[in-house]
């Protein structure tokens, strides 16, 4: 449903936009499904800050998922890590993962790089910290000492990305209220295809 929307009715939608709403589904489903389809259309009858702060952390979220997808899988999965190994190493990077998603669109924009790491940091420390300790801790857990072939672990790191995303979403609000982030802007205003 989301590549046919993003396809037909949204192909203006700028590629790591898409990519990060491709992510989202696949780490929420129905839930990443309804945030899309509340804030990440160009049909949306107008924007808000509520919008705005569910595209700033589906952003947020697309990269930090995807390396604590990693993390969670190596050192829990194939390594068997104690807890606080599987913790550190797995907020370490998710961190890495969501801070290059930041960092790397502001240097295509031209920000020069100190610049655009700083920006990071400032803008970004705070989700990703909320949204990591509470994905983290979900789903250690749920799942404990699960392994890659147990239902659980995978079950409950789907359960704790999309409790992560819940738990940051306020803290993305808030940072846009601010004015510490931009947030996404209306996809009204993407001409990218």
């Given at each position: 449903m989301l590549?046919?929307?993003?396809?037909?009715?949204?192909?203006?939608?700028?590629?790591?936009?898409?990519?990060?709403?491709?992510f989202t589904v696949l780490y929420s489903g129905p839930l990443g499904l309804a945030v899309y389809f509340?804030?990440?259309?160009?049909?949306?009858?107008?924007?808000?800050?509520?919008?705005?702060?569910?595209?700033?952390?589906?952003?947020?979220?697309?990269?930090?998922?995807?390396g604590e997808i990693v993390g969670i899988?190596?050192?829990?999965?194939?390594?068997?890590?104690?807890?606080?190994?599987v913790a550190g190493i797995t907020f370490s990077l998710a961190y890495a993962a969501g801070f290059a998603l930041t960092v790397g669109p502001l240097m295509q924009e031209g920000?020069?790089?100190?610049?655009?790491?700083?920006d990071a940091v400032y803008s970004e420390t705070a989700s990703i910290t909320?949204?990591?300790?509470?994905?983290?801790?979900v789903d250690l857990w749920l799942a404990g000492k699960a392994g890659l072939g147990d239902p659980i672990f995978w079950a409950s790191l789907i359960f704790s990305l999309s409790m992560g995303l819940l738990a940051a979403y306020p803290v993305n609000?808030?940072?846009?209220?601010?004015?510490?982030k931009e947030g996404m802007?209306?996809?009204?205003e993407s001409h990218d295809s």
């Open positions: 590549i046919r929307d993003l396809t037909l009715s949204n192909p203006q939608t700028p590629s790591l936009m898409k990519l990060v709403w491709g509340y804030s990440g259309r160009r049909q949306i009858a107008r924007d808000s800050l509520w919008r705005r702060g569910f595209r700033s952390v589906a952003h947020c979220y697309s990269g930090c998922g995807a899988s190596v050192t829990a999965g194939l390594l068997g890590l104690g807890t606080w190994w920000v020069p790089l100190r610049r655009a790491v700083w909320v949204m990591e300790v509470v994905a983290i801790s609000l808030l940072l846009i209220a601010w004015g510490v802007h209306s996809p009204k």
